[in-house]
């Protein structure tokens, strides 16, 4: 059920984000898909693409996709396939003191392993500083490049999006 805030403004609220997110027992093992797709549209490549067979949207095209986050291993396919930009990766298994997230990045210049960019959260503002810890940008990824940021504990479901620092 999408909460009024997203039907009306288009942004999520907690409540809409957190039903999204597996459960903390599932993060704590490892990577894991967190699909924040919120759109009733026609649209299924997230299911196509899963080699796991985790993501599900099921008959009705329209449909919102299920996650079964005890089937997924982070793999990162169904992220560049999505159209929406609307899958992540979350590895909160990364380090002590940082978490890994992967997401798909449609931009030039891209970023290179090592580079520190400013992390930001869903409405475009900074929020962490975070180093670039991995770009692949390969034909399995059809012109849409994945991007992996460590960042600080804490803000695995804040950070979305980065910029890079001139």
């Given at each position: 059920m999408l909460s009024d805030k997203l039907k009306s403004t288009g942004l999520a609220d907690a409540a809409d984000i957190q039903a999204?997110?597996?459960?903390?027992?599932?993060?704590?093992?490892?990577?894991?898909?967190?699909?924040?797709?919120?759109?009733e549209i026609p649209c299924n490549p997230?299911?196509?693409?899963c080699p796991q067979k985790a993501i599900v949207v099921g008959q009705d095209?329209?449909?919102l996709p299920r996650v079964d986050h005890s089937k997924c291993n982070g793999c990162t396919i169904c992220v560049s396939r999505c159209p929406g930009l609307a899958i992540f990766v979350?590895?909160?298994?990364?380090?002590e003191a940082e978490s890994a997230v992967?997401?798909?990045?449609?931009?030039?210049?891209?970023p290179q392993k090592g580079d520190t960019v400013e992390a930001l959260d869903?409405?475009?503002?900074?929020?962490?500083?975070?180093?670039?810890?991995?770009?692949?940008?390969t034909k399995a990824q059809d012109k849409t490049p994945l991007v992996?940021?460590?960042?600080?504990?804490?803000?695995?479901?804040?950070v979305r999006f980065f910029k890079l620092v001139p």
């Open positions: 999204a997110w597996p459960a903390e027992e599932r993060l704590k093992k490892g990577p894991v898909a967190v699909v924040e797709c919120f759109q997230c299911e196509t693409s095209i329209n449909a979350i590895d909160e298994k990364y380090s992967t997401m798909p990045y449609e931009f030039l210049p891209l869903r409405q475009g503002q900074t929020c962490c500083q975070a180093k670039v810890i991995r770009v692949v940008n992996t940021l460590a960042i600080p504990k804490g803000r695995e479901k804040v």
